[in-house]
């Protein structure tokens, strides 16, 4: 079993989403199938596909004008929320400390955070990736979580490029984060793989030791390109 989740990003329509949702009801697979979609398109009741958000505030409720609770999350509908994807981090300023608030309030929610780390380019040349991964898994993850969560690695500068790390690159990566949260008390977390995945490479990526899915971006808008990658993922 593989988890395959879907980022829509600031992507897609109520027509969207059902024209999806009938496209993976026609699949069989056992693997667990997830759509991250804009907070408008989430919605309660829909069978075969888990639907998730893509941010929570770090607040219960109150005066924060533009944000969404944890609360308000699961009763329209959302079972995961991605945490600290790489655009947030970016264009929004979230720090690791942001980024743990974040996970702690889907966990008291109820809601399975799918926790988003990755190296920049300049890190990567400056050969700090596996130092910068290690202490964004530490630091974006409550002390004492025993509840479920998932990581996504998503190395920044292969996001939307239409190129991927070598095999290699993405085990070592894994091993990493899997030795990290090890040492945290989080074995078998699961550790997606996540940027520029497409139905052509999604097989060889799902093979890498301690891969446990992927995270799709463009390509989970496109329905045939969706299924296809769920069909590959074995
Ligand atoms: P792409 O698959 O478009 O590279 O996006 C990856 C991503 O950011 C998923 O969260």
Redesign the pocket.
């Known amino acids: 079993m593989k988890i395959i989740a879907g980022?829509w990003?600031m992507n897609g329509t109520r027509a969207d989403l059902d024209t999806m949702i009938g496209a993976i009801s026609k699949v069989k697979t056992e693997n667990r199938v997830i759509l991250c979609v804009p907070f408008t398109l989430l919605r309660a009741g829909v069978e075969n596909v888990a639907i998730g958000a893509q941010d929570i505030s770090a607040h219960a409720k109150g005066a924060y004008t533009g944000e969404v609770s944890g609360a308000m999350l699961r009763e329209a509908g959302a079972k995961y929320v991605?945490v600290g994807?790489?655009?947030r981090r970016m264009y929004h300023d979230e720090t690791n400390d942001i980024v743990r608030q974040k996970v702690q309030m889907a966990l008291e929610s109820g809601l399975t955070p799918i926790v988003?780390v990755g190296e920049t380019m300049e890190e990567k040349r400056a050969g700090k990736t596996f130092d910068v991964i290690e202490s964004m898994v530490r630091e974006s993850l409550p002390t004492d979580v025993h509840d479920d969560i998932i990581i996504?690695y998503?190395p920044r500068w292969?996001?939307?490029?239409g190129i991927t790390p070598t095999t290699q690159e993405i085990a070592d990566a894994h091993k990493v984060i899997a030795d990290t949260l090890s040492y945290m008390g989080l074995d078998g977390t699961p550790i997606l793989y996540?940027?520029?995945?497409n139905p052509l490479n999604v097989g060889d990526i799902v093979a890498i030791r301690n891969v446990g899915g992927v995270?799709?971006?463009?390509?989970?808008l496109k329905p045939q390109e969706f299924v296809t990658i769920i069909e590959s993922a074995k």
């Open positions: 980022n990003k991605i994807h790489s655009e988003c996504a998503e292969a996001i939307g490029a996540g940027a520029s995945v995270l799709v971006g463009g390509a989970s």
